[in-house]
């Protein structure tokens, strides 16, 4: 499961409390900072690939 959420590692004991709540066995979590694309796609609603092709 991908979860996107500001500020994650505030909120890793929280989601993980929840997902144990509901019967869900995490394995791994990672973090990571978005990606420009991350960000471009977030902004416009569309992939690079989208745009180019206008």
């Not at 409390?17 to 902004?43: H, N, W, Y």
């Amino acid at each position: 499961i991908l979860l996107k959420v500001h500020h994650a590692e505030m909120h890793i004991a929280e989601i993980l409390e929840t997902a144990s709540k509901v019967g869900l066995e995490v394995k791994s979590v990672s973090l990571r900072k978005p990606s420009l694309e991350d960000v471009f796609i977030e902004l416009t609603g569309k992939t690079l690939n989208k745009i180019s092709a206008l």
